[in-house]
């Protein structure tokens, strides 16, 4: 399937989304004018993703900042996420924060509790 | 003249930087955000502060712009559209919001502020978690979403007044503290 590969900017993040090269990533600051119409291409992709899923899916996110309105579209990723991993596949996601960003790492516990997918924290 | 002189002597005394009335959309947010971030970048803050002040500077602009769509489809109101203010004094910054709003939303929001107030850190979070659950599932969830961070994020209480208009309308005044302490909350 066609990969997608979106460039970051000042409000909106970097979404690479490639299983040829098995890179799943999310990075950057999300903070849309409209968290609806950038988030739906990308709900679309997984949802065509799991009808065909590799064995091991990493899903990377590596955020800086994110609004509230942008945590629901991100929870809406991560339970399509959690989709796939109930169907028997592997999938982990990496949640990496800045060293001393505490709120960050808070919001992928917050996640991990809500989701049943395998968290890792990752500091950088 | 005298008007515009006494203006700015107000704004000086209450060490307000940014003060702002009108229609309020994401590139006046992102333009307010760049701002604030400039000035404390210049004057050298702590960047767990920036990030505390550039956090409820976002989600109060988002819930004025919201505001602001929602009004622009209904009959003007002479009351203006709504004010934005940042202040800062020597131990905290403040973000102040104004918006009208008619009397029947006034009981659910003071609720729901009342109720943010009223829970411990985690308690908030508990809330926090829940409304983002319900805002996940369908598209008209995640109401109040915003305050409850902006109240987890500062540690402080949300102060608020209902200042009434007429019989149907009211004015909905928020300030929200950020203290320019670094300590994590």
């Known amino acids: 399937m066609d990969a997608i590969r979106i460039k970051g900017t000042d409000d909106t993040p970097a979404v690479t989304l490639d299983v040829q090269n098995g890179v799943f990533e999310f990075s950057g600051r999300s903070l849309p004018e409209d968290v609806t119409t950038f988030y739906a291409p990308i709900l679309d992709w997984i949802d065509e993703y799991a009808k065909n899923p590799g064995n091991k899916t990493n899903v990377v996110f590596k955020l800086e900042y994110f609004n509230t309105e942008s945590s ?35 919001a992928g516990e917050e996640y991990s509790e809500i989701v049943d997918i395998p968290f890792e924290n990752v500091s950088y | 003249m005298k ?48 990030k505390r002040v550039f956090h409820v500077m976002v989600e109060c602009l988002q ?43 006034i009981i659910p929001l003071r609720d729901l502020l009342d109720n943010i107030n009223a829970l411990d850190k985690d308690g908030q979070k508990k809330l926090f978690t829940k409304v983002l659950k319900e805002g996940a599932l369908s598209d008209k969830g995640g109401a109040g979403l915003g305050l409850i961070d902006i109240a987890r994020k500062t540690g402080e209480r949300l102060d608020y007044h209902f200042e009434p208009v007429d019989e149907k309308n009211s004015f909905f005044l928020l300030k929200i503290k950020v203290t320019r302490d670094s300590d994590e909350y």
């Open chain 2, 3 to 50: 008007l515009i002189y006494d203006f700015h002597q107000t704004m000086v005394d209450n060490g307000f930087s940014l003060v702002y009335e009108g229609e309020i959309t994401h590139q006046i947010t992102k333009a307010f955000t760049a701002i604030a971030e400039n000035n404390m970048i210049t004057e050298a803050e702590d960047s767990r502060v920036k």
């Open chain 1, 72 to 106: 629901k579209l991100l929870l809406d990723v991560l339970m399509k996420f959690e989709g796939i991993s109930n169907t028997g596949h592997e999938v982990l996601i990496s949640w990496c924060y800045m060293e001393d960003d505490a709120n960050m790492l808070e």
């Open chain 2, 63 to 105: 819930n004025l712009t919201k505001h602001s769509e929602e009004i622009q489809s209904q009959e003007p109101i002479k009351n203006g559209t709504g004010v934005f203010i940042v202040g800062k004094k020597e131990d905290a910054y403040h973000i102040i919001t104004g918006n009208p709003l008619s009397n029947d939303r």
